[in-house]
């Protein structure tokens, strides 16, 4: 597997990013010929790489009423009990399709032998608890020793809707790959525990034209939603969020048309929703589906048979990478929950504490193994 560095350059602003990816067919249309420069480079045009990922989208009045029932649902939808069953046999069925993931530890890491586990996992209400004031959505200190311990063993990844440095200001461990910005937005570890010395980063910003975008709506999100008491508009940076967590339900539509007056402006910019909030994304095709495949790529597993990647979230965001590990046919998605949800994830856990319990789990497992190894 032979690995390259793609220089992803913009000729008006001098910008240029450099990524260390293996072969991609992601990027198998837009690359030039190889430089002859030293450390074999690869120069991608901005332009033909946004060309590449941009769908058209949009917004209409007609919307207004689509989206307040999304939001009244929640993410992801959950499954509707048929008239016939039970609230009981119907959670019943679900779990024999999502089996809880601690139960079936020893299914998934069976799955494991002879392959590399990935770790990838969300943040807010799978490392954290979902709390109303999205500023204090603290990881504890356990959590924090448990997702370490997983990294010193496991590659692992932070997959967030949130900014990149805002997650790693809660999480705090150097040596994570974070993907913020639901994926537009990721750098790979400073260090690691089997090289103290600062490696060279992965770096990725697919989306760096609407910055200046984002800005203008966060900005213009702060002043119209002001009205509405409890809404918060958080600027992620490549995209923007609205939280109506705290928001009196009868003033949803209110907030989704102050959200609609500002997007019908921008037509180059989409409107989706995680867990109470309204995201507002550059239309591009980037999700954290395909920032699930493009960091398997930087690692070295395009293509590759030898690698299980595990995806842990709760959010409708994180259906994109549950779909891309189903679609792939490997690895599982695990999706955190404590009721019947529709997803494309092959396991469930009701609440981080089961997560912290299964990194656990996973942990001593691997130490086992590796001392097994070495008795050999």
Request: charged letters at 25%; proline letters at 5%; hydrophobic letters at 35%.
């Given at each position: 597997?032979?690995?390259?560095?793609?220089?992803?350059?913009?000729v008006?602003?001098?910008?240029a990013?450099t990524?260390?990816?293996?072969?991609?067919?992601?990027f198998?249309s837009?690359?030039q010929?190889?430089?002859?420069?030293?450390g074999g480079?690869?120069?991608?045009?901005?332009?033909?790489?946004?060309?590449?990922?941009e769908?058209?989208?949009?917004?209409?009045?007609?919307?207004?009423?689509?989206?307040?029932?999304?939001?009244?649902?929640?993410s992801?939808t959950?499954?509707?009990?048929?008239?016939?069953?039970t609230?009981?046999?119907d959670?019943?069925s679900?779990?024999?399709k999502?089996?809880?993931?601690?139960?079936?530890?020893e299914?998934?890491?069976?799955?494991?032998?002879?392959?590399?586990?990935?770790?990838?996992?969300?943040?807010?209400?799978?490392l954290?608890?979902i709390?109303d004031?999205?500023?204090?959505?603290?990881?504890?200190?356990?959590?924090?020793?448990?997702?370490?311990?997983?990294?010193?063993?496991?590659?692992?990844?932070?997959?967030?809707?949130?900014?990149?440095d805002?997650?790693?200001?809660?999480?705090?461990l150097?040596?994570?790959?974070?993907a913020g910005?639901?994926?537009?937005?990721?750098k790979?570890?400073?260090?690691?525990?089997?090289?103290?010395k600062?490696?060279?980063?992965?770096?990725?910003?697919p989306?760096?034209?609407?910055l200046?975008?984002?800005?203008?709506?966060?900005k213009a999100l702060l002043?119209?939603?002001k009205?509405?008491?409890g809404?918060?508009?958080?600027?992620?940076?490549f995209?923007?969020?609205?939280?109506?967590?705290c928001?009196d339900e009868?003033?949803?539509?209110?907030l989704?048309?102050?959200?609609?007056?500002?997007?019908?402006?921008?037509?180059?910019?989409r409107?989706?929703?995680?867990?109470?909030?309204l995201e507002?994304?550059?239309?591009?095709?980037?999700?954290?589906?395909?920032a699930?495949?493009?960091?398997?790529?930087?690692l070295?597993?395009?293509?590759c048979?030898?690698?299980?990647?595990?995806?842990?979230?709760?959010?409708?965001?994180d259906?994109?990478?549950?779909?891309?590990?189903r679609?792939?046919?490997?690895?599982?998605?695990i999706?955190?929950?404590?009721?019947?949800?529709?997803?494309n994830a092959s396991?469930?856990?009701?609440?981080?504490?089961?997560?912290?319990?299964?990194?656990?789990?996973?942990?001593?497992?691997?130490?086992?193994?590796?001392?097994?190894?070495?008795?050999?």
């Amino acid at each position: 597997m032979t690995k390259q560095n793609v220089v992803v350059s913009d000729v008006k602003s001098g910008l240029a990013i450099t990524v260390a990816v293996s072969n991609s067919s992601l990027f198998s249309s837009a690359v030039q010929k190889p430089l002859t420069t030293p450390g074999g480079y690869i120069t991608i045009s901005r332009s033909k790489l946004l060309k590449k990922l941009e769908e058209t989208g949009g917004v209409t009045e007609g919307r207004i009423n689509a989206w307040v029932e999304s939001m009244r649902a929640s993410s992801p939808t959950r499954i509707r009990p048929a008239v016939s069953l039970t609230p009981n046999r119907d959670e019943n069925s679900w779990m024999l399709k999502h089996p809880s993931a601690l139960n079936m530890f020893e299914e998934i890491t069976n799955a494991s032998k002879g392959k590399q586990i990935v770790m990838f996992l969300d943040y807010d209400g799978t490392l954290s608890p979902i709390v109303d004031d999205p500023d204090r959505a603290f990881m504890s200190e356990s959590m924090r020793r448990a997702v370490r311990d997983v990294a010193r063993y496991f590659p692992t990844a932070i997959v967030s809707g949130r900014c990149r440095d805002k997650v790693y200001s809660f999480v705090r461990l150097a040596e994570l790959y974070y993907a913020g910005s639901h994926g537009m937005d990721i750098k790979g570890p400073t260090k690691s525990y089997k090289n103290k010395k600062r490696n060279q980063p992965v770096l990725f910003q697919p989306a760096n034209e609407f910055l200046p975008m984002i800005d203008e709506v966060y900005k213009a999100l702060l002043e119209k939603t002001k009205s509405t008491p409890g809404a918060k508009v958080e600027n992620n940076r490549f995209c923007v969020s609205v939280h109506f967590r705290c928001v009196d339900e009868k003033s949803w539509t209110e907030l989704a048309e102050q959200v609609r007056s500002v997007l019908k402006e921008y037509p180059k910019l989409r409107l989706t929703q995680g867990r109470k909030v309204l995201e507002i994304r550059p239309t591009i095709k980037w999700d954290k589906g395909k920032a699930l495949e493009f960091l398997l790529e930087s690692l070295g597993f395009a293509n590759c048979n030898n690698v299980l990647p595990l995806y842990i979230g709760d959010d409708r965001t994180d259906e994109d990478a549950f779909k891309v590990l189903r679609d792939r046919g490997q690895g599982f998605g695990i999706l955190v929950s404590k009721v019947p949800k529709e997803t494309n994830a092959s396991y469930s856990l009701q609440e981080p504490s089961e997560v912290m319990d299964f990194l656990h789990r996973l942990v001593e497992w691997k130490r086992m193994s590796v001392r097994g190894h070495s008795r050999v």
